[in-house]
């Protein structure tokens, strides 16, 4: 599978790697002499949170901690098997069930759509918009025969699509950040999710409905400018 995933692998584009920090206002990329905030860092402060203090109230706070961080430790396990693969190294012996979760869920992933990817760009990609916000997408490529930006996504329980707009806005700002730095047109972003349930999901966006996605993120990153949260500069 890894030699399957490998001989797609192109090259076409320097991608930069930028330094991330984390601090009160959130996580930040420097590039240059500024920090940029980060695509998250923007989605988090622009986002309506009465729903998820809703679900704070129900639940208690230290069951939502709890659910939070298996969600968090499960994620990154299943980024890790895509990562992995692309960069042709072996995945380390998992250490507990969450770790195995992560692994399963990731190879679920694979396993399931990575056959519609023709090309792959790059993975683990750190990409900018100068002057307004940076980020990190996992995969960048040729899917279903599309340039495409592409996020996995775990997942407690199965999505609708009306539930994901902020995956959607992701997706469109680092399309919009991939075009402006290295001349490219990309009008299609996909979220490839598997559930801790069981299942996948694929969810693509393309033509006028991700034009108006960016249109939307970029509103959301004006909101955040005018919050006096602006690119500052890098002390000395």
């Not at 979760?101 to 399931?112: A, C, L, W």
């Not at 495409?148 to 950040?177: G, P, S, V």
């Not at 993120?217 to 500069?233: C, G, N, T």
Request: proline share 3%; aromatic share 10%.
């Amino acid at each position: 599978m890894v030699d399957l995933i490998q001989a797609l692998i192109k090259r076409k584009y320097k991608y930069e790697p930028l330094t991330r920090v984390d601090g009160d206002g959130g996580r930040k990329y420097i590039y240059g002499d500024t920090r940029l905030p980060s695509v998250t860092t923007i989605l988090s402060g622009t986002k309506d949170q009465s729903h998820l203090d809703d679900w704070v109230k129900r639940v208690g706070q230290e069951q939502a901690d709890k659910i939070k961080n298996d969600a968090s430790i499960v994620g990154t396990h299943l980024h890790s098997v895509v990562e992995r693969m692309v960069l042709g190294r072996s995945l380390p012996p998992p250490k507990n069930w969450l770790m195995c979760k992560g692994y399963e869920m990731g190879y679920r992933i694979v396993n399931t759509y990575f056959e519609h990817l023709s090309e792959i760009w790059g993975s683990e990609v750190m990409l900018y918009y100068p002057e307004k916000y940076a980020g990190t997408t996992d995969l960048v490529g040729v899917y279903r025969g599309k340039p495409c930006i592409i996020d996995f996504k775990q997942t407690n329980k199965m999505k609708k699509r009306e539930w994901i707009e902020d995956y959607f806005h992701q997706l469109a700002a680092y399309a919009l950040a991939h075009d402006i730095v290295h001349g490219t047109e990309i009008n299609t972003g996909v979220v490839l999710m598997a559930s801790q349930q069981g299942g996948t999901e694929e969810f693509i966006t393309c033509g006028r409905e991700f034009e108006s996605y960016k249109a939307q993120w970029l509103a959301r990153v004006e909101k955040f400018a005018s919050q006096a949260q602006k690119p500052d500069s890098v002390e000395e």
